[in-house]
């Protein structure tokens, strides 16, 4: 059973602090994704990552970076959280040559 | 990637099936058509996917007709537990890094 974790549920943040939310995926897929889901919006893609040390803009990419040192762990990093970033944020993976996407089971995001 | 287009929502009760319609009138020849299911406060789980005709699983089937321009995800004998948002994609057959998830459908479930 493929498990994709993402570190916190819930995270709750102050405006300008640095904001770092990780996902792990222990099935060696090589793709990784970052999406945000907001009511009314339903989930826009932020950043993905085909391999270690790359990584690909999605649609809404302004304001935030990724980090991909290992295959297994993707980072989104908030260099400086803004209250328009509160948001239920979701990690995804998919292996190589399949379409499906797997989630994490998302963090939800407040920034104050 | 063709836009998709389903009910807001939709109402049942237990024990009945359930059939929820999508139209992708722009579906292109390589595009496979998917549905994920998203219960509250959890990531989207992949349902079923589905080319033409008709496709089955241990949890729903899926219906396609020729021209592809509509599909139609069939959930037998719903519980209370099938109450979740799901949502309809076109998905670009191969290597494809961009899922484009619409507002989907809530399907609520009643006693």
């Known amino acids: 059973d493929v498990k994709v974790t993402q570190s916190s549920r819930y995270l709750v943040k102050r405006t300008g602090e640095k904001v770092f939310l990780e996902c792990v995926q222990d099935?060696?897929?090589?793709?990784m994704f970052w999406y945000r889901q907001d009511p009314g919006l339903g989930l826009r893609l932020i950043y993905f990552?085909?391999?270690?040390?790359?990584?690909e803009k999605g649609d809404i990419p302004e304001g935030y970076s990724v980090s991909r040192e290992k295959k297994e762990r993707f980072s989104l990093i908030l260099e400086s959280a803004s209250t328009n970033q509160t948001s239920m944020y979701l990690c995804?993976?998919?292996?190589?040559?399949?379409?499906?996407?797997?989630f994490g089971p998302g963090t939800r995001l407040l920034v104050l | 990637l063709a836009k998709t287009t389903q009910p807001i929502s939709m109402d049942s009760y237990e024990g009945q099936e359930v059939n929820i319609t999508c139209s992708h009138n722009?579906?292109?020849?390589?595009?496979?058509i998917t549905w994920y299911q998203q219960f509250p406060s959890q990531g989207p789980r992949f349902i079923i996917q589905?080319?033409?005709t008709k496709v089955t699983n241990e949890v729903a089937s899926l219906f396609i007709p020729a021209d592809r321009k509509s599909s139609t995800l069939s959930l037998p004998r719903v519980s209370l537990s099938d109450t979740a948002v799901y949502y309809c994609?076109?998905?670009?057959?191969?290597?494809?890094?961009?899922?484009?998830f619409g507002t989907g459908t809530l399907l609520a479930v009643q006693p």
């Open positions: 995804a993976s998919r292996p190589q040559g399949e379409e499906t996407q797997y």
């Open positions: 099935m060696d897929h090589e793709n």
């Open positions: 990552s085909y391999d270690v040390k790359m990584k």
């Open positions: 722009n579906i292109a020849t390589n595009d496979y």
């Open positions: 589905g080319y033409k």
């Open positions: 994609l076109v998905v670009k057959g191969g290597a494809t890094n961009k899922l484009i």
